[in-house]
């Protein structure tokens, strides 16, 4: 008989990880099918080891979610939920639009956890306060200061005294005033992680020009503050770094350490600044699908407006163009997600229409015109009501009969 041969378990499936049915869930809706081994080498440090990690990773290689994943799950299996105004992670990030990002991956990520989905829907409330929870739950708060920004501080902590976030998404200015608050704690007894982002461009912004965002969240996680290194290395040296995780990919017996993604392509091409225009043009028309979704990095806001005015004319058929910069305030960012927003639903209603039969394009019609006409009946009745009122016609009532 022919021995038995053992299966060897993959060690980044997700059902060899530990985590519960509500987090598989999770990862499998965001188009996971096994964990990057960037989570499956730091999860078991970060969630049950309780160690201190730095991890350098190529972009693209979930990064994110690495150190979402045990955060979350750090703070839930406590036995009871964080108490009110207390802290239990800060996720720090160099941007604004960075903290976003991950904020949202946050709350996607716990729309799956029961408890956490039960308290989500009040969070958009100003006035009526979250229920509290028998157990424990994700109650997350981005802060993202800056220009543009459509949020005051003062509007931070209100959210916060009347919510109780118990994780926060902030960029470094923002945290500094949110900490400074009396009303916001986090003590070492009750914090549980602390995230830096792109640590490496956060290292001279968090130790050098808000110094007190390093001795306050340093003695919420260490017990003392880390003094002020220079560099992301001396920090590891003074504070961060216990286990040190450099992701690298084997090639044999040869283990290589990638800066960029296996599948990325970066090609360059050198052109005279009065070529540049032409060049770009160029690379457009020739780059498959099109209209493909590209990015113009301009080292400018005023460089950005400037060629926000002339690239329509010039960009081939079928290109729209969006602008943002740090400059732009929130009404205008507003209008431009607005404006992406209505362009995706004129696309659905374009690719509805094409699979209509000729009958159901008929009625679509009718309905249509029948909306129109009601719009516009009620837009009369409502300027000759208004008419009514401005020309005193509320001073003639007499009241019933």
């Not at 350098?56 to 750090?74: D, M, N, Q, Y």
């Not at 909306?371 to 005193?392: I, S, T």
Request: hydrophobic letters at 40%; aromatic letters at 6%; one cysteine or more.
């Amino acid at each position: 008989m022919a021995p038995e041969t053992k299966t060897k378990s993959d060690p980044r499936a997700w059902t060899t990880l530990g985590f519960p049915d509500w987090s598989l869930d999770a990862v499998s809706a965001m188009g996971f099918a096994r964990a990057t081994p960037v989570q499956a080498s730091v999860w078991p440090l970060m969630g049950a080891g309780n160690k201190d990690v730095v991890v350098e990773a190529v972009t693209g290689s979930g990064k994110t979610l690495a150190f979402l994943i045990p955060l979350v799950h750090r703070i839930l299996r406590l036995e009871e939920p964080t108490k009110k105004n207390h802290v239990a992670a800060i996720v720090i990030a160099p941007t604004r639009e960075l903290a976003i990002q991950i904020h949202k991956t946050l709350v996607d990520l716990v729309a799956f956890h029961p408890a956490s989905a039960a308290v989500a829907p009040y969070l958009s409330s100003d006035e009526e306060k979250r229920p509290s929870t028998s157990s424990p739950a994700i109650v997350p708060q981005l802060l993202s200061g800056g220009r543009g920004s459509a949020v005051s501080p003062a509007q931070d902590l209100s959210f916060f005294l009347r919510h109780s976030p118990n994780v926060i998404i902030s960029t470094p200015g923002r945290l500094n005033d949110f900490l400074s608050s009396p009303h916001v704690h986090c003590p070492q007894s009750s914090f549980e992680m602390l995230v830096l982002d792109e640590a490496g461009e956060l290292a001279s912004i968090f130790f050098t020009r808000k110094p007190s965002v390093a001795s306050s969240v340093g003695s919420g996680v260490q017990g003392g503050s880390p003094g002020n290194p220079r560099t992301i290395a001396e920090a590891e040296k003074d504070w961060l770094i216990f286990s040190k995780l450099r992701v690298k990919t084997k090639s044999g017996d040869v283990i290589e350490e990638r800066k960029t993604p296996a599948s990325l392509q970066m090609t360059y091409l050198i052109t005279p600044p009065q070529k540049k225009l032409p060049s770009v043009v160029r690379l457009l028309q020739n780059l498959e699908p099109r209209p493909l979704r590209s990015i113009i990095f301009l080292s400018t806001c005023a460089a950005v407006d400037y060629f926000s005015h002339i690239l329509p004319a010039l960009l081939p058929e079928g290109f729209q163009l969006n602008i943002l910069h740090g400059k732009q305030d929130a009404k205008e960012q507003d209008e431009t997600r607005v404006a992406r927003r209505d362009k995706k639903q004129r696309k659905r209603e374009a690719e509805r229409r094409e699979k209509m039969t000729d009958a159901e394009k008929a009625e679509d019609m009718d309905l249509a015109q029948l909306l129109a006409a009601v719009r516009k009946e009620n837009q009369m009745k409502y300027a000759a009501d208004a008419q009514a009122k401005a020309d005193g016609g509320d001073d003639d009532f007499e009241g019933f009969d």
